[in-house]
């Protein structure tokens, strides 16, 4: 011991403390060894690992007949001695895992009872608690003295009773406690980290924290709030929908839309702000509208609407084509509706597609065209998938038809609960709320709001075929698609080619920008078909002048021999007449007859009829005549289409001739 001592004197500081150490752990060590192995040796040692039949059957006779069963007969005092021994021994060891009742304390027999009791209040009903009527003399929470009179009246509620006397819990001390703090304001905002609350109540908020809310509350009330906190933007939300604050109706919605749109606005500011709070108003929202029957606008956005009427489309059009091939087991009798125009069915897949084809300059050129093949791609793909598919086409891009429970305000603070029976409210195209016997259902015709991946890679094959075909210049990248929808898209696009180049050839296009050339061609060629009376100022179009009635003026027709010899120069012609402006030519001039005389044949006129003798007889036209012979010719061919139904004047290299298959019949028409 001496030697050990003067050893360590000569250590340092240093070692001796990591002896210490070492030896402290060993120690630590075989105790805990010791610890185990007597656990292990008391616990059950007396117990074999399986219990078979027989050792049941031993330990019913080796139990003492003081037990209530007498001892076998034939056993000896050593196997009493040895049971009691037994029973001594099993007395010292701790309890099994099951003990008996017999042998329990009090304490450890109510275990049982006491988890029951546990359980019945646990899960007792609280409208229960809630009916039951406090005494009037019960003892009530002081009132806060830092907070001011109004918060201390709110606080009072929470302990107080109705006219009934029923305690005030839930909606209704929450309607309670806002109807009283409806016009309150105050001074103190909150300062520090605002905890989160999801169903937040004036109950659960601190004293700071009441006078926090009523402090931003004011300031969002008049416009000068800068953030919107979650805890104090979910309960001034409960606060609108039982009415506190603003009018109940259209006024409550516009003031949760205020609502939704700065927590919106927050979110995008700090993102994760208040991102969870805006999904829960626009529920909130959804559920106001619904509830009120106001107008299904207020709660949706045009996104959501346009996007439920494209899925109609959808269906509308999916449809109407089952119908029409009878696929589905469906007819023409099951059409719900018309059926959408290429147009309108290519909008609604634009509108569903992740692919939108007015970001593409070749479909926004093109787009009936477009329209046309995509059109033709989806009659289609909705033929394919009703003969090879369990699931329509439609379905395969938005969803089934879903149809489920909806439970409006759920966990809000509501006084009375909404119960508008028969409502039917229609929030969008593809949304329709009901409520009948107690319940509420919500039906939606689509189960993702989202765009279709797969509708915008066939929207992408369509523009990517398209430009090849029409040689649009840019092409596009091809990616993979099924098989048999690349060849339903090259086909319905050649298709469309060729219709789109089969009517290009029949169409006429007239250069607006050449008019101007054109008439003065037109001039030109007028000008060179001017004969000198024309050039003088006569115009074959102006209506013939009538003479004074003091002189009379006879016309005698030439005669056949003289009508060569005869000239415009010695045509016997009127005197000058003033001229009449309001003079119109009777109906015997404009049908080429005299005035007064039997009418001409088929309504030709005097230089027509001229004409025609002169060429029955074999004589040339007559010349000196206002007109050319050949526009007489041509003005009296139209006359004699209707008799004839073909040209009777026609010319050659010697000038105008008669046909000779119609010559008799003009003859017996001209000379009865």
């Known amino acids: 011991m001496d030697d050990r001592s003067n050893e360590a004197e000569g250590r340092p500081r240093a070692d001796l403390d990591t002896l210490v150490q070492d030896i402290v752990q060993r120690v630590l060590e075989v105790e805990r060894r010791r610890e185990g192995a007597s656990f292990s040796e008391r616990s059950y040692s007396d117990q074999p690992i399986l219990r078979r039949g027989s050792d049941w059957r031993r330990e019913r006779e080796e139990r003492p007949a003081g037990a209530g069963r007498p001892t076998p007969a034939g056993q000896s005092s050593s196997t009493g001695q040895s049971a009691s021994a037994e029973r001594s021994a099993s007395s010292e060891r701790p309890a099994s895992a099951r003990p008996t009742s017999a042998g329990r304390p009090l304490q450890e027999r109510s275990i049982a009872s006491t988890r029951a009791e546990r359980a019945r209040r646990a899960y007792r009903s609280q409208a229960r608690f ?384 050449k008019l101007g050339s054109i008439r003065s061609a037109a001039a030109l060629t007028r000008e060179a078909l001017l004969v000198d009376e024309e050039r003088d100022g006569y115009l074959p179009d102006d209506p013939p002048r009538e003479a004074p009635s003091s002189i009379p003026v006879t016309t005698v027709p030439p005669m056949p021999g003289e009508r060569d010899a005869t000239s415009p120069a010695d045509t016997p012609r009127p005197a000058a007449a003033p001229p009449a402006p309001t003079a119109q030519p009777s109906a015997g001039t404009r049908d080429g007859s005299p005035e007064g005389g039997t009418p001409s044949p088929c309504g030709l006129d005097p230089e027509e009829l001229g004409l025609l003798r002169a060429l029955l007889d074999g004589r040339p036209g007559p010349s000196g005549t206002a007109r050319t012979t050949e526009m007489l010719a041509d003005s009296a061919n139209e006359k004699l289409f209707d008799l004839l139904g073909d040209t009777a004047i026609e010319f050659d290299e010697e000038g105008p001739r008669l046909v000779e298959d119609y010559a008799e019949d003009l003859r017996g028409m001209l000379e009865p």
């Open 130 to 513: 809630d009916q039951q009527p406090l005494p009037r003399d019960a003892p009530r929470p002081l009132p806060h003295p830092a907070l001011p009179p109004t918060l201390a009246r709110l606080r009072y509620l929470e302990g107080g009773c109705d006219d009934q006397g029923v305690l005030l819990r839930g909606g209704k001390l929450f309607a309670a406690q806002a109807r009283l703090a409806a016009d309150f304001e105050d001074d103190q905002p909150y300062q520090g980290a605002l905890p989160f609350r999801y169903l937040p109540t004036y109950q659960e908020l601190s004293d700071r924290e009441l006078r926090g809310y009523f402090s931003w509350r004011t300031l969002w009330r008049r416009g000068e709030a800068s953030d919107a906190p979650s805890t104090f933007v979910r309960l001034l939300s409960f606060e609108l929908v039982n009415g506190v604050g603003v009018e109940p109706g259209t006024p409550v919605a516009l003031e949760l839309r205020r609502l939704v749109d700065a927590c919106r606005d927050q979110a995008a500011k700090q993102p994760g702000a208040a991102g969870g709070v805006v999904l829960d108003l626009e529920r909130l929202l959804h559920d106001y509208v619904v509830c009120h029957q106001l107008d299904p606008e207020l709660a949706t956005s045009e996104e959501e609407r346009a996007f439920a009427r494209a899925v109609m489309t959808l269906r509308l059009a999916e449809r109407a084509r089952l119908c029409q091939e009878g696929l589905r087991g469906l007819t023409s009798k099951d059409q719900e509706g018309p059926t959408p125009t290429d147009a309108e069915l290519w909008e609604a897949l634009g509108r569903v597609s992740s692919y939108p084809p007015e970001r593409s300059p070749f479909l926004r050129t093109h787009a009936d065209e477009s329209a046309q093949v995509a059109a033709g791609v989806f009659a289609r793909l909705v033929r394919h998938c009703a003969k090879r598919r369990k699931t329509d086409f439609v379905d395969s891009l938005v969803g089934p038809v879903q149809e489920h429970a909806y439970y409006p305000f759920a966990g809000v603070p509501l006084e009375d609960a909404p119960k508008p029976e028969g409502l039917r409210v229609r929030l969008t195209a593809a949304e329709t709320i009901t409520h009948r016997f107690g319940r509420w259902k919500l039906r939606k015709d689509f189960s993702t709001s989202g765009r279709s991946r797969e509708l915008g890679r066939i929207v992408r094959g369509i523009d990517r075929q398209m430009r090849d075909d029409w040689d649009f210049g840019r092409p596009l990248k091809e990616k993979r698609l099924p098989a048999y929808v690349a060849r339903m898209i090259q086909k319905e696009s050649a298709l469309t080619l060729e219709l789109s180049q089969e009517a290009e050839r029949r169409r006429i296009s007239f250069d607006l920008s």
